[in-house]
């Protein structure tokens, strides 16, 4: 468990009490003690609007779900976060009966569907995956495998129903593998999908996250697959490494939504009516990492 800000109350210079901070918990079980580049960005956009507001932010980082549980108990208890950012929604999150329960205040990262209660900043996945698979589908490729997050993610689920039901439509059946968000599950993953027996070897690959993404480049490199001769890569959200290393990707300024959703819990705590709201649809940016199918 680490504590990026100190949960007690600060004092400014003035002598003046500074306003409790925001509340941030975070399950890194794949990489423990680690920010992935999205979450690093999302919070770098969160801490510059808090700081417009004199407000900061405590970030929690745990590998078990319920002690992200008793870390909101305790907040509630203690009466030191004025409100709480609740990212990576599961399916069937218990996190929301309970924040409610505690009548800690929150803003969702994620579909508005979840809630009534609390606002949401949310982004498109659906319309994201969408955009995705008609880019390849436009080069030609037909046999295109999705290296998936956690399957209990309600994004991945989101996006799982596009593609599945693109593949279908295509007449094509879908080869998708769930793993962490991390470097090593995507090489393992990758590895997989060519491995012997599998089946027909995938033509393009769609990875959920960055990180996965170049763990999947260095395991094709390994395995001397060539991209993007022999396989197209495109990952879900961008990041520098995916720029140095010429990933196509799904492009959006995830520190402006961080920004929207801390924007959407100050106004929440102020007592103004807030509502969800949308962030940027993300942009493909086309790099070197796709191209168009070669047949041999």
Request: proline share 5%; aromatic share 4%.
């Amino acid at each position: 468990m680490i504590s990026q800000r100190s949960a007690t109350e600060s004092t400014s210079r003035s002598g003046v009490p500074a306003p409790a901070p925001l509340g941030l918990v975070l399950l890194r079980s794949a990489q423990p003690g680690q920010l992935d580049p999205f979450h690093q960005d999302f919070i770098r956009g969160v801490e510059s609007k808090l700081a417009e507001a004199g407000r900061s932010l405590l970030v929690m980082l745990q590998a078990d779900p319920q002690k992200e549980l008793e870390t909101y108990r305790r907040w509630a208890e203690q009466g030191r976060i004025a409100g709480v950012l609740l990212m990576n929604l599961c399916l069937d999150d218990e996190r929301l009966p309970l924040l409610q329960e505690l009548g800690l205040p929150a803003v969702v990262i994620g579909d508005p569907q979840f809630s009534a209660v609390h606002p949401a900043a949310y982004t498109d996945d659906k319309a994201a995956m969408a955009q995705a698979l008609h880019f390849l589908k436009g080069l030609g490729h037909q046999n295109i495998a999705r290296i998936a997050g956690p399957v209990e993610l309600f994004h991945t689920a989101q996006r799982t129903e596009v593609y599945s039901q693109t593949m279908a439509a295509a007449g094509v059946l879908g080869l998708q593998r769930n793993g962490e968000y991390s470097h090593e599950s995507g090489k393992a993953l990758t590895a997989e999908l060519f491995a012997a027996g599998v089946g027909p070897r995938p033509s393009a690959i769609i990875y959920d996250d960055a990180v996965m993404a170049i763990g999947g480049l260095d395991m094709l490199g390994t395995l001397g697959v060539s991209v993007p001769e022999q396989v197209s890569v495109l990952a879900w959200d961008d990041s520098v490494q995916c720029q140095l290393a010429g990933v196509t990707a799904l492009s959006h300024d995830v520190a402006a939504y961080g920004a929207l959703a801390a924007e959407l819990l100050l106004g929440h705590l102020a007592g103004e009516p807030v509502g969800s709201r949308a962030t940027e649809a993300p942009t493909l940016v086309e790099r070197g990492s796709t191209g168009s199918v070669v047949n041999s």
